[in-house]
């Protein structure tokens, strides 16, 4: 079965610096998605991604946070000047299309900020 | 932010028990999606509903789409202990198509007892 699949699985990075997590979607899936999860807490969404740009996007995701489509298959959350608060777990998700399509989860990226 | 209470916050049960679990809201829902999650890795689909009255099974899941579109429950039937983990249930709002983005619940950790 196709699946989503993230890289790295676990990124220890100094406060202050940028990290690139990469994801690839399912290959007919035009819709993607990125969430975080704190330790301990619920899923929480940050952006959706159709079409070359952003289709809707939480207060969460605040000028510290981009997203690109950089070729046919990946599909990247960029994090500026890293904080503390900024670790956790960061999934990426993809739909085949709008409306009512299941949105599937890769395993997550754990960002680590020291 | 729209809210999903969800409940229990978590049972601990012996092996061949049945379970349920619920997720409630003052919003209204035109997607309910249950989720598990285990240890380290993402999100896994379990039931996606999409009518109210909706009910629908997977195995031995069973999950219902509340007629007010407000709430939705989740059945796992003789339970056995790979069945452990964290179960989520998501929802989109009802905001005509506008939105994609799945607001979660808080979860449910289920411990089965061999």
């Known amino acids: 079965e196709p699946e989503v699949t993230q890289t790295p699985s676990h990124q220890v990075t100094q406060m202050g610096q940028e990290v690139i997590l990469r994801c690839v979607p399912i290959s007919n899936h035009l819709y993607f998605y990125w969430y975080r999860q704190i330790l301990g807490q619920k899923v929480e969404f940050l952006v959706s991604f159709y079409n070359n740009e952003i289709s809707e996007k939480s207060e969460i995701f605040d000028d510290q946070f981009s997203v690109e489509r950089p070729d046919g298959s990946n599909f990247t959350l960029k994090i500026r000047s890293t904080k503390l608060e900024d670790s956790a777990m960061y999934f990426c998700a993809s739909s085949e299309r709008r409306g009512n399509q299941p949105q599937h989860f890769g395993d997550g990226t754990r960002l680590s900020i020291l | 932010g729209q809210q999903l209470n969800q409940s229990p916050q978590s049972m601990f049960i012996q092996e061949g028990e049945d379970v349920s679990m619920n997720c409630t809201s003052s919003s209204i829902f035109n997607t309910w999606l249950w989720y598990k999650q285990d240890p380290g890795e993402g999100p896994v689909l379990l039931i996606a509903l999409y009518k109210a009255g909706e009910l629908t099974s997977n195995g031995r899941l069973t999950a219902q789409f509340g007629i007010t579109r407000k709430d939705s429950f989740l059945n796992i039937s003789a339970s056995i202990p790979s069945d452990v983990g964290i179960y989520f249930c998501?929802?989109?709002?009802?905001?005509?198509?506008?939105?994609?983005?799945?607001?979660f619940g808080t979860g449910t950790l289920l411990a089965v007892q061999p």
């Open positions: 998501a929802g989109r709002l009802n905001y005509g198509g506008a939105t994609n983005k799945l607001i």
